[in-house]
């Protein structure tokens, strides 16, 4: 049921509270976790302020660390929030298996050279350098993750991967208030997703991706964005804001809880799924512009009662703190809020949850001299249909749609990540 914008507030009443999460997604986002080893993540030596002296279960932002790129899954899907991050996505140039197979290899020896912060080979002054030289000769530690999805249109009949496709993917519909005016902002048979502790390593990672697959794919769309990330924050608790100036993050799965993942993220035996997707995951890319100059002429109350959640700290309405659950009975009966109709707590409603990893960014201005801001909406989940398919649904009609505005992104599947020699995807091309 849609509820005009009028006779909301009446019902919520808006003298009430509200912080939480961004257009086009559920209540349950990222809070800053240290990663499982068996994922990936090896952390680096330094670990003063690790809590040693017992006073605090708070977690902040880490020394910059390593994170491996083999392993039972792809390392970045459950790694700490970043403080920067570019999302890609690219068509395959390539013409037969051999040569997707080819391209494949050579992306997983750069996206594994990159991720361990080793330095490159010196090459002759008289050849191009085999790195970008942004991080310096010795690049050291930079907390760099690089997650790589592959889209539905790469299950064509050029490889003969029809059959091998995973049973959910499929291209990214135009939801209820979706403005995919451009076809070439959205889909690829490709998507990179880096995480880094720097804006340089972020862009030194996506360029040496770049410069050793350059006529085999071509680069389709891409988005810059950023965190500022809180200095500290505890499980369930958000470890940034949003450009609509809310805490971004709270009630995230945990991904440091290895039965949250199993049930929530990670593609398990009998799902029916491709005997190569077992141990990967959906991803989910949503670029959301937010009409910031609207919204900075709305009243706080109002902004507060559309999210559900308070914009000073982050607790739901009505509540304490930012980890209280929501007492939507007295707050909102008709689950209208962005986070009452994310995460309703009905029964069955946890089965929608997803894990949130998602970046802001800011563009400059638009052709109108209008601001272009927003968030890098991106998620991953264990069912694209009872994920994030599922908890889009239950927003289509909310109170914040006026607000803002989804331009691109895309579907993906991230398949578990390779082990011992193997490149990413070769299961897939078994």
Known sequence: MTIDRRSFFKTAGIGAASAGLLAACSDDDGARVRPNDEDGASRQTDEAGSGDDGASDAVGPEPSQTFAFRGEHQAGVSSPASAHGIVAAFDVRDTTRDELRETLRTLSGAAEQVMSGESYEQRDGG??????????????????????????????????????????????????????????????????????????????????????????????????????????????????????????????????????????????????????????????????????????????????????????????LGQDHETDDPDFAATDPGLESHIARAHPRTPGSERNRILRKGFNYSSGLDENDQLDQGLIFVSFQRSLEEGFITVQRRLDGEVLEEYIRPLGGGFFFVPPAPDGDEFLGERLLA
């Open 127 to 316: 050849f191009p350098p085999y790195d970008t030289g942004i991080l310096g000769p010795e690049p050291g530690p930079t907390g760099t993750s690089i997650v790589i999805g592959f889209g539905d249109s790469l299950f064509d009949n050029r490889f003969g991967l029809a059959d091998r496709k995973p049973v959910e993917l499929q291209t990214m519909p135009s939801f209820a208030n979706d403005y995919l005016v451009r076809e070439h902002r959205s889909h690829g048979d490709l998507a990179v997703t880096v995480s880094a502790d720097t804006a340089d390593a972020a862009n030194h990672a996506l360029r040496q991706l770049m410069r050793v697959t350059r006529g085999r794919l071509s680069p389709r769309w891409q988005r810059e964005g950023y965190n500022t990330l809180f200095e500290s924050f505890g499980p369930g608790e958000a470890p940034t804001r949003n450009l609509m100036g809310f805490k971004d993050g709270s009630s995230n799965p945990d991904p440091a809880d290895e039965a949250v993942m199993n049930d929530l993220v990670w593609v398990q035996d009998g799902d029916g799924q491709p005997d190569w997707a077992v141990g990967g995951t959906y991803q989910v890319i949503r670029v959301i512009r937010m009409q910031v100059e609207f919204w900075d002429r709305t009243r706080l109350n109002e902004q507060e009662v559309i999210f559900g959640r308070r914009r000073s700290d982050g607790a739901p």
